[in-house]
């Protein structure tokens, strides 16, 4: 225990951190974050990160951007590689990257199965995938943290969610698990359930919707995606003693009564 720094100490500062879904919402946000506290951020997405990274060194933080498909397994090895041959290990994993099913109703019933297997292989599998890129070398480093983002749909039931709930349950299932093999060896992962969060993801929801979801918040507004990556970073910088644990950032939604 001798060996630990003291927990004022705690900072990200040259901390290696890759954060999927940078491109926008909440991971942008949280590569902003993490960059801001010194941290040295790959902002990996499917979509051009150079906005993201252009905006973190306005700031004056250090980050490179890198196209990866987090649901195709040899991207993520060539993304993970090129991180190592920068910076020679991984401390932090955000896996944010997500979607929606839009391409089909997403009731039981109504979902096509080629939708169920995009939102799966990309909110589910995709998590996997990056966990097993970069634990291996946080093992070698001595440890690392990953912090997965699931839903608060995946602790209720709610309209047309059904394929994307299956997904961020799963998230909080393999988070334990994760946190339950690679404890022991100072790898810690954790999980965030977002509350309605004004990103792109909401489409065009109408001004109705929107209201409707800030309502369901004991705090009645949309989420920030800054008041997620808030977390992420909270998590990454002080959680050394914390694992295996889904965290709701979700204005009071987990705990409203229904009235
Ligand atoms: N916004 C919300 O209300 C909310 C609530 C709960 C959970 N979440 C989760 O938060 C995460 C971020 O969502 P957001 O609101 O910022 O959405 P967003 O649509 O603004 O951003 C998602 C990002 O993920 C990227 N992405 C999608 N598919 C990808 C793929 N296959 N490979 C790599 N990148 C890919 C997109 O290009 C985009 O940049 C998602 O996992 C989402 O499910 C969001």
Redesign the pocket.
């Known amino acids: 225990m001798s060996d630990l720094p003291p927990l004022q100490e705690a900072t990200l500062r040259d901390k290696v951190a890759v954060v999927?879904?940078?491109?926008?919402?909440?991971?942008?946000?949280t590569a902003l974050r993490l960059a801001a506290e010194g941290a040295l951020v790959t902002c990996?997405?499917?979509?051009d990160t150079r906005e993201t990274v252009a905006l973190a060194e306005k700031e004056g933080g250090q980050a490179v951007g890198v196209e990866?498909?987090?649901?195709?397994a040899a991207?993520w090895e060539a993304g993970i590689a090129g991180v190592l041959e920068r910076h020679g290990r991984v401390d932090l994993l955000a896996?944010?990257?997500?979607?929606?099913n839009m391409q089909s109703e997403d009731t039981v019933v109504g979902l096509t199965e080629e939708a169920w297997d995009n939102v799966l292989?990309?909110?589910l599998k995709?998590i996997w995938l990056g966990m097993r890129a970069v634990i291996p070398s946080m093992i070698e480093a001595g440890g690392g943290r990953i912090v997965n983002?699931?839903?608060?749909?995946a602790l209720r039931g709610l309209p047309n969610l059904a394929s994307?709930s299956a997904a961020?349950g799963g998230v909080i299932g393999l988070t334990q698990q994760a946190a339950f093999e690679y404890g022991p060896r100072n790898v810690l992962v954790n999980a965030i359930?977002?509350?309605?969060?004004?990103?792109?993801?909401?489409g065009d929801i109408t001004p109705e919707m929107k209201a409707a979801?800030a309502r369901a918040h004991i705090i009645d507004r949309?989420?920030l995606?800054e008041e997620?990556a808030s977390m992420v970073a909270y998590l990454f910088r002080e959680g050394r003693f914390v694992t295996g644990q889904v965290y709701p950032v979700d204005g009071g939604w987990s705990a409203k009564g229904n009235y």
């Open positions: 999927t879904g940078a491109a926008q919402g909440i991971g942008r946000a990996a997405d499917i979509k990866l498909d987090v649901r195709v991207d896996n944010v990257a997500g979607i929606v292989a990309t909110d995709g983002i699931s839903s608060l749909a994307y961020k359930a977002p509350g309605t969060i004004d990103t792109p993801i909401l979801n949309l989420g995606p997620i």
